[in-house]
């Protein structure tokens, strides 16, 4: 996983029956699939929002409060992810016209020109998740450090102009949405992650089992993002968006809110 936080898995209301899936499904029971346990740990944890330290130790922890991540911060879940959205959408639209020296322009990070690569997603990953603090605060910062990556492709000591050339050349190629759509798969498998790790690795006989789980729950996060993803593009909702404006933040809500919908109607009844 990304981050390398793991929580205690909570205990009490919807964590119960969670762990009790986990369990079965590590077990080999077929009444259980991945999809159920995503989506039980979306809706255990109150949605796409992360509750405070004070409220993970028990089933308060499911009640979906929106109103601060871990440590008290300062933009909720939901808002958070929307908020991240539309502002990755903003920085992918200014470089895919004009560069990634446009794109630093547009965040304020000059002084980054020409620094190293790892150092410039870094602090762009910094930038973008600004305004909410602990736990909730590392999965945003990591998931779009994460996307960053895997959009640019880029290994090792890569410089500056490296990076600004992948990543122009991936936006012209996939669009904007394109790099959303990784920030929202690894944002969603970190965040389901962080919660089960712990009680999947209790109960697993083997790292391959709490492995095989892993990639599983991997898998099925990618697809569940691509398919939102493509169901926005072709009712069009990509379409001359302005993401500099209004429109922009208001979409980066509506696919947050969407995705949440979608995933926690995953969960067994």
């Not at 991540?69 to 895919?96: D, E, H, K, N, P």
């Not at 498998?189 to 962080?194: E, I, M, N, T, Y």
Request: contains cysteine; glycine residues 14%; hydrophobic residues 35%.
């Amino acid at each position: 996983m990304g981050t390398s936080t793991s929580l205690p898995t909570p205990s009490g209301g919807g964590w119960t029956k969670l762990k009790n899936d986990i369990t079965d499904y590590l077990s080999g029971s077929t009444n259980v699939t991945y999809d159920q346990i995503i989506g039980g740990t979306i809706v255990a944890a109150g949605g796409l929002d992360l509750p405070s330290p004070s409220r993970l130790g028990s089933g308060s922890a499911g009640s979906g409060a929106s109103g601060g991540g871990a440590g008290g911060g300062r933009v909720g879940g939901r808002a958070s992810v929307g908020r991240a959205v539309s502002q990755l959408g903003c920085f992918a639209a200014a470089v895919r016209d004009g560069g990634l020296d446009a794109g630093l322009r547009l965040l304020g990070l000059d002084e980054l020109r020409n620094r190293p690569a790892a150092e410039v997603i870094a602090r762009i990953s910094e930038h973008l998740a600004d305004g909410v603090e602990g736990l909730q605060e590392e999965l945003l910062r990591t998931a779009l450090q994460e996307a960053i990556l895997e959009t640019a492709a880029i290994e090792g000591e890569s410089g500056y102009h490296n990076l600004s050339g992948a990543l122009q050349s991936f936006l012209s190629r996939e669009g904007v949405e394109g790099l959303i759509e990784s920030f929202l798969t690894h944002y969603v498998l970190d965040r389901v992650w962080a919660f089960i790790q712990n009680h999947v690795e209790r109960r697993s006989d083997s790292v391959s089992s709490a492995s095989a789980l892993e990639s599983a729950v991997e898998n099925s996060c990618r697809g569940h993002v691509r398919e939102l993803m493509d169901d926005m593009k072709r009712a069009g909702r990509f379409d001359r968006l302005d993401w500099f404006g209004t429109d922009g933040q208001r979409f980066g809500q509506d696919i947050s809110v969407t995705l949440e919908s979608r995933l926690s109607a995953l969960a067994r009844e």
